[in-house]
Nanobody
Framework: QVQLVESGGGLVQAGGSLRLSCVAS????????MGWFRQAPGKEREMVAT????????YYADSVKGRFTISRDNAKNKVYLQMNSLNPEDAAVYYC?????????????WGQGTQVTVSS
């Protein structure tokens, strides 16, 4: 049973940077995909970035491409989201999630979320 815990959120000024971390307990299989999602008040949860555990292949939403970088440390069972050039539209609760092979994101597991606030 994989459990995910995020950290690294906080308050940052527009143009600043934050690095989110997600540590996974339990075994992460090579076929799993790890992702970062976010949800702002009144908006639907959206996918931000994903990384395949084995190959490191990445995907980014257009809104963050060129500003955010997702990475993973297989030895530490960690996934990171480096966020640069933050703007107020990036403010949201950020969630780490794991999609198991042949599974769906909604099936989880999901972390509890970490708040990112960007001041203009």
């Amino acid at each position: 049973q994989v459990q995910l815990v995020e950290s690294g959120g906080g308050l940052v000024q527009a143009g600043g940077s934050l690095r989110l971390s997600c540590v996974a307990s339990g075994r992460i299989f090579s076929s799993y995909v790890m992702g970062w999602f976010r949800q702002a008040p009144g908006k639907e949860r959206e996918m931000v970035a994903t990384v395949t555990w084995s190959s490191g292949s990445t995907y980014y939403a257009d809104s963050v491409k060129g500003r955010f970088t997702i990475s993973r440390d297989n030895a530490k069972n960690k996934v990171y989201l480096q966020m640069n050039s933050l703007n107020p539209e990036d403010a949201a609760v950020y969630y780490c999630a794991c999609r198991k092979s042949a599974g769906t994101w909604s099936a989880g597991p999901w972390g509890q979320g970490t708040q990112v606030t960007v001041s203009s």
